[in-house]
């Protein structure tokens, strides 16, 4: 079969990153010193930098000083959630994430892909939900457009391509309903 993909042909000048380049690059400066290398519990430090840069971070948020946030304005986060050691939000698009939520170490948080059928590699993104009371473990990758719902556990090294329920606790690659996290009547 002969090759039909053509990188010299992408395009996204559709995108928008949603601050000018300065900004960014700004951004990335300031994450990759101060905010990186800042002593382990200074989470109000890195949140109030987060903030700066357009954030919605509330009260009680513990964000480790490893995790990378690409565009931290498309990022919002509720109170008492905490983001474990290299999480990483390729923020492309929106990511929110409720309150009481854990999203535990190497999890990736990716908005943006591509069009697998497109011979020129076409740009998709699609906003992540992680609500209220959630917990992402560790080494976990979740796909563009996910939802994970209230109270849900996705289990350590797995790979989430479509919606998690409320109060499910799902594991593997892709993933699969496991059992309730909470037996009826506990919520």
């Given at each position: 079969?002969?090759?039909?993909v053509n990188l010299s042909k992408?395009?996204?000048?559709?995108?928008?990153?949603?601050?000018?380049?300065?900004?960014?690059?700004?951004?990335?400066?300031?994450?990759?010193?101060?905010?990186?290398?800042?002593i382990h519990n200074m989470y109000?430090?890195?949140?109030?930098l987060l903030r700066l840069f357009?954030?919605?971070?509330?009260?009680?948020?513990?964000?480790?000083?490893?995790?990378?946030?690409?565009?931290?304005?498309?990022?919002?986060?509720?109170?008492?959630?905490?983001?474990?050691?290299?999480?990483?939000?390729?923020?492309?698009?929106?990511?929110?994430?409720?309150?009481?939520?854990?999203?535990?170490?190497?999890?990736?948080?990716?908005?943006?892909?591509?069009?697998?059928?497109?011979?020129?590699?076409?740009?998709?993104?699609?906003?992540?939900?992680?609500?209220?009371?959630?917990?992402?473990?560790?080494?976990?990758?979740?796909?563009?457009?996910?939802?994970?719902?209230?109270?849900?556990?996705?289990?350590?090294?797995?790979?989430?391509?479509?919606?998690?329920?409320?109060?499910?606790?799902?594991?593997?690659?892709?993933?699969?309903?496991?059992?309730?996290?909470?037996?009826?009547?506990?919520?």
């Amino acid at each position: 079969m002969k090759n039909k993909v053509n990188l010299s042909k992408y395009n996204q000048s559709w995108y928008r990153r949603g601050k000018p380049t300065v900004i960014i690059l700004l951004w990335w400066f300031i994450q990759g010193t101060i905010f990186r290398y800042s002593i382990h519990n200074m989470y109000t430090w890195r949140n109030q930098l987060l903030r700066l840069f357009g954030a919605r971070i509330g009260m009680g948020v513990k964000i480790r000083a490893s995790a990378k946030f690409t565009y931290p304005w498309k990022v919002s986060i509720g109170n008492n959630s905490w983001i474990g050691d290299n999480v990483e939000f390729y923020s492309l698009d929106n990511i929110d994430i409720g309150n009481n939520c854990v999203v535990s170490q190497n999890t990736y948080l990716c908005t943006g892909s591509h069009e697998i059928e497109d011979p020129y590699f076409g740009l998709v993104t699609k906003p992540i939900n992680i609500k209220d009371g959630a917990w992402v473990a560790s080494d976990v990758f979740v796909h563009p457009g996910v939802i994970i719902n209230e109270m849900a556990v996705v289990a350590a090294r797995s790979t989430v391509l479509k919606e998690i329920p409320m109060n499910e606790i799902h594991a593997g690659t892709p993933t699969k309903f496991v059992k309730k996290r909470f037996k009826d009547g506990e919520i």
